[in-house]
């Protein structure tokens, strides 16, 4: 059982340049979201998704897409990198349960720098 | 509009003496609140959480006390280790309301450093 797991580790990219962050989990869990973390301003949701074909916007989406074609994996695509998106980048998951909220466990995080 | 809101950045203790993390909120649909800790180069873990239903949720030398007229929650930690060192974020989320799928708001984070 090896959680929740991010790839890259780090990634340097130019302006204007386009990639992917992995998240993949293995514990069958429902809910999977991106958070990035920025100094002073702790984890901000970036999209989330509640099942396999179904995302939405959390607080910062612009210039993130997302998409969820299966229960394990979560990708997160930046389009056209910008210098603002220099931060850890995170994702999570965790059994979903109506009206009630479970414990998210979160990846080892991706370290992206944009110059 | 910082709806959780850690205001003390950083805290420092001796070891074996009380820490105490604060934690307010201004979102008055938050029923549950959870505290995740982080080590350096690694993702946030679950410590500890409590629900609105509830004032004090203890865990071994961790507590979570919750407030719900002054919406404030404070974390203790006794007695404190070295070990206990970490960036700690307080966590909110409207679970009950149905709609909002777990989504968890964050504090900006406190540095806790336990000295030996």
């Known amino acids: 059982n090896a959680g929740v797991t991010q790839t890259p580790k780090f990634q340097v990219l130019k302006t204007g340049q386009s990639m992917t962050l992995q998240c993949a989990q293995d514990?069958?869990?429902?809910?999977m979201s991106w958070y990035r973390q920025d100094p002073g301003m702790g984890l901000r949701l970036i999209h989330y998704s509640v099942g396999a074909g179904i995302t939405d916007q959390g607080e910062v989406p612009n210039g993130y897409n997302v998409s969820r074609s299966t229960t394990e994996d979560f990708p997160l695509r930046l389009l056209s990198a910008a210098p603002s998106q220099t931060s850890v980048y995170f994702c999570?998951?965790?059994?979903?349960?109506?009206?009630?909220?479970?414990?998210?466990?979160f990846g080892p995080g991706t370290r992206l720098t944009v110059l | 509009d910082q709806q959780v809101k850690q205001n003390s950045p950083s805290l420092s203790v001796q070891e074996g003496r009380i820490s105490i993390l604060n934690c307010d909120y201004t979102?008055?649909?938050?029923?549950?609140f959870l505290w995740y800790k982080k080590y350096p180069a690694e993702g946030p873990t679950f410590l500890i959480s409590?629900?609105?239903?509830?004032d004090k949720n203890e865990d071994g030398r961790f507590t979570v006390f919750l407030n719900k007229s002054a919406k404030h929650l404070s974390l203790h930690i006794v007695p404190s280790q070295p070990g206990d060192s970490a960036v700690y974020f307080c966590?909110?989320?409207?679970?009950?309301?149905?709609?909002?799928?777990?989504?968890?708001?964050f504090g900006q984070g406190t540095i806790l450093t336990v000295h030996p």
């Open positions: 514990m069958n869990h429902e809910y």
């Open positions: 979102n008055s649909m938050f029923d549950y």
């Open positions: 999570a998951s965790s059994y979903l349960r109506a009206g009630a909220t479970d414990t998210q466990y």
């Open positions: 966590a909110a989320s409207a679970g009950a309301g149905g709609t909002s799928y777990g989504k968890l708001t």
């Open positions: 409590i629900s609105s239903i509830k």
